[in-house]
Every structure is written in structure tokens, then in C-alpha cells.
């Protein structure tokens, strides 16, 4: 049986595109995209869902003001009504209530586009150029009530280049969101992940001589 998926989104939706293209392009994939969500029906990828043949639904979070549990009840009532098993948050900017968040233990995921712990928050890609680190990424992770933290799930890591900006870095890590989040969701969705405290296991093994060193030298 595959895991029914709601994905939230606020902005454009490249990441819940290479969700719903990985879902869609392998019969075997263990999850299914039943709805897109989106807080502001300005949300540019609530189109592309709806090219995709999977349902987009708008509901608004600006009118709920600071009052983020009637939102949430929404949005639960929402998900309740399409037997939602899975959330994964594609640049969703919402903050949820420690409630929501907990009553999702272990069955909600975002993407952060910096290596976890470095950088959360808003503009990581500035914060790793200031922070002058050769290497950056992104992180898939489960969602707790801290912003961009929680038992990780899975990384993807890039090469910092001197001349890089942040739209530069952006993009470059904007590829590897779109490779990991599809993986990372097949893995949760497939049963191979464990949360054990902080700690996030995990049945996939990385190679180890999986090495990214930078600058290299020739
Ligand atoms: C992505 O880069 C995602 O990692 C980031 O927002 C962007 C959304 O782009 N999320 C965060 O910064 C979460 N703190 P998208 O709408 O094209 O997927």
C-alpha cells in the first residue's frame, strides 16, 4: 500500500514538482502524492500540480492572522478528509504550533537548503558565504517545533566556488534538493527510517568512499 502524501507549499513548488514527477515516473514508488496545499493561492506551484493531474488546494493562512491553531485546524481537517499518512513541507512559510507539530511526530518532513545544524533559517546560502565553508548542501529532515532542525534524514553537498553568490549556490544546491527529497520520501515511505532521539537511522548505507573534498587540487 503506498503512503498517502500531502505536500505544502507556499512560493513556486520545484521541490514538490520533483516529488510529484519521482511519485508519478515508478510504478514501485512507495508513496502517493494526493494533494498539494498551498497557504496563498499565489503560490506559483499550485499550477504545475494541477498540470500534473494531482489536486491543489488553496487555504489561506493570511486571514487567520497570528491565530495558527485555527489555521492548523484547517489544514487538519483538510488532511483528515484525504486519509493523509505523510506531510512533506516544500518551502512552506508557515510556522506551525508545537501541537500540530507534535501531533505529526515522525510523519513530517521538510528540505533546508544548508547542511544541518549550519545555516537555518532565512538566507542560508548568505550565511554559508559569510561563514566562508567550502562545502554546503541541503538537508532533508523530520519536522520539530525548532525551525529547520530535527532527526536528519538524509544530505546532498555541493562544492562552494569563490566567486559564487547566493543565487549562484542556490541553484547549484537547488539540484541536489530536487535528487535527495524524492529519495528521502521513498526511503521514510518504504519503512526505512528509524527516529531514535535526535537521531534519524537509516537501512540506506552511503558508500565509504564517498569523499567530496573542496578546493580540490587538481
Ligand atoms: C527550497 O530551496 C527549500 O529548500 C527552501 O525553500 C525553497 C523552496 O523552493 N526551504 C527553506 O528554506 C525552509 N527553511 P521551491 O518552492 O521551489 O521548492
Given at each position: ?5 500531502a ?5 513556486r ?15 514501485d514508488?512507495p508513496?502517493?502524492?494526493v ?12 499550477a ?13 493562512s ?14 487538519q481537517a483538510?488532511?483528515?478528509a ?5 506531510i ?16 505529526w ?9 544548508s547542511?544541518?545544524p549550519?545555516f537555518?533559517?532565512?538566507?542560508p ?6 561563514a566562508?565553508?567550502?562545502?554546503s ?8 517545533p525548532?525551525?529547520?532542525a ?17 543565487d549562484t549556490?542556490a ?13 528521502a520520501?521513498?526511503?521514510?515511505a518504504s519503512g526505512?527510517?528509524r ?8 537501512a540506506?548505507?552511503s ?7 573542496a578546493?580540490?587540487?587538481?
Amino acid at each position: 500500500m503506498k503512503r498517502r502524501v500531502a505536500i505544502l507549499i507556499s512560493g513556486r513548488g520545484s521541490n514538490m514538482a520533483a516529488l510529484i514527477d519521482a511519485a508519478a515516473a515508478d510504478p514501485d514508488f512507495p508513496a502517493q502524492i494526493v494533494v498539494v496545499i498551498a497557504n496563498t493561492a499565489a503560490a506559483g506551484g499550485l499550477a504545475i500540480a494541477a498540470r500534473s493531474g494531482v489536486e491543489a488546494l488553496v487555504i489561506e493562512s493570511k486571514p487567520f492572522g497570528k491565530d495558527r491553531a485555527a489555521f492548523e485546524a484547517m489544514l487538519q481537517a483538510a488532511l483528515d478528509a484525504r486519509q493523509i499518512e505523510l506531510i512533506c513541507l516544500g518551502g512552506f512559510m508557515r510556522l506551525f504550533t508545537a501541537e500540530f507539530v507534535q501531533h505529526w511526530h515522525g510523519r513530517m518532513l521538510n528540505i533546508h537548503p544548508s547542511l544541518l545544524p549550519s545555516f537555518p533559517g532565512l538566507d542560508p546560502h548568505g550565511q554559508a558565504l559569510r561563514a566562508g565553508v567550502k562545502i554546503s548542501g541541503a538537508t532533508v529532515h523530520f519536522v520539530i517545533p525548532e525551525t529547520d532542525a530535527g532527526p536528519i534524514v538524509m544530505q546532498g553537498a555541493v562544492a562552494l566556488c569563490d566567486d559564487d553568490t547566493p543565487d549562484t549556490l542556490a541553484a547549484r544546491v537547488l539540484t541536489v534538493e530536487h535528487r535527495i527529497y524524492p529519495d528521502a520520501l521513498r526511503l521514510v515511505a518504504s519503512g526505512g527510517t528509524r527516529i531514535d532521539g535526535d537521531v534519524c537511522r537509516t537501512a540506506a548505507q552511503s558508500a565509504p568512499a564517498d569523499v567530496l573534498i573542496a578546493p580540490a587540487l587538481d
